[in-house]
């Protein structure tokens, strides 16, 4: 064991490992960008992980097509050539619809807030470890977007750009707890702030708390971001499912069912650009 | 088998390995347990290769999960070459190179990977949700991992059989 110490074998594994760690550790401290070693990573693989994400699709199409196919079948056995072919059609019909409506929230969006630009991105990889629902899109630093630019879907907010790569990038979720925003309840204005914990995102919620003992949020209110931090106002987080008090009895909190289901995500839009952009960024960022 | 071969055979398990980890259905994951696929074959393949040969493959398979995951600035490129160095040493210094080893190995190493990962990324989280997701989440993870790992560890020593890297 001491000669293996002193091989040659030895020093080769400590110098690649110390060029490896300062590398990786001067660029994560540097701007949250990703490593040079990822970045290129992320560029070799992205072509196979858009292809993946394609079969991905394909396959949760099928899926979701059989099901619905065998119920029918069981409904209607003798009308079943027809049926499959009918699905075929509806499966065909119901993608072309829901791009649609993709593109006309969108819109939607975009005339409601003029100032907004957006720059459409696809998921290509989620993690299953991440707690929080995060995942990994196909822009980066070339499609211009930026660390910490928000992420919002056709349904509501999805949370920001927390990593950067050339060509990919990846996203923290609201339900995780270093996403913290200012918030509004729709109905009533009452303020607080939106933030995710370990608990909550196990069953897919965050929590709007801080909000004053004289508010009136009701169960069922949605809940839009008010504009405060790097936020923009107006954007649709999700509805009220559950009201306490804090511990010492201070303030009310609300926990709230985000409009946005992270786990079915295939495309978001990046807002790269707002009015008030940059107007309150957090300590540290340039 | 040549040696060519054996790489061939691995780089095929590891891309299984990357597909099954990351993908939207999350085939695996019961509660909130999820296994580390990459991780696990990684410390079944070092208790089969020499040290270097495991930090190479370490650093390769740490670049690759920075790439796809979420949390990583870095982190799994450092951490990973660091499991593979250590399970290879361990495996030919101090352990035997048998299944109980393997699955005594996956699970440290994923308990440490996932308690290390989350105080480093989250470290405005409570004391207390910290030990609900340790005791929840990371341990359950770490044995599910292990139960694969085994598996593996018996398919790597099959066609590891006379191949063992000479000491």
Redesign the interface.
Known sequence: MRFFFRSRQFRIIITVFLVVAIISLSFAFVGSRMTPFTDVAGIITAPFRNAYTVIESEISDFVTAYRSGNELMIKNSELSSEINELREKVAEYDKTKSENEFYKKYLGIKEENPDFKFTPATVISHDGLDQFGGFTINKGSASNIKVRDIVISDEGLVGIVSELGTTTAKITTVLSPEVTLGALDGRTNDSGIVSGNIQLSEDNLCRFSNLSRSCSVAIGDYVVSSGEGIFPDGILIGTVSNIGSDKYNNSIYADIVPFVNFKELRNVMIITDFNGKGGLTPAGDK | MPKKSYIAVNVIIAVLCF?L??????LF?FM?A?P?FPLGFLIILSMFL???SS?VWG?LF???V??????????N??IF??FA?LVS?IVH?LFNNNIMSSAVLTVSCCLVY?TVRFLI??P??SAK?TL??II??AIP?AIITAVFSVLLYLFEKKIFKNQMAPR
């Not at chain 2, 980890?21 to 999350?26: C, H, L, S």
């Not at chain 2, 920075?66 to 982190?75: E, H, I, P, R, V």
């Open positions: 597909v980890q990351y993908n939207r259905f999350n994951k909130n999820s580390m020499s040290e270097l930090f650093v740490g670049i690759i920075d790439s796809f995951s979420t949390t990583a600035l870095g982190f490129s450092i070459p660091l160095f040493f210094y996932f990324f989250f405005s989280v949700d609900s997701y929840r989440a993870s």
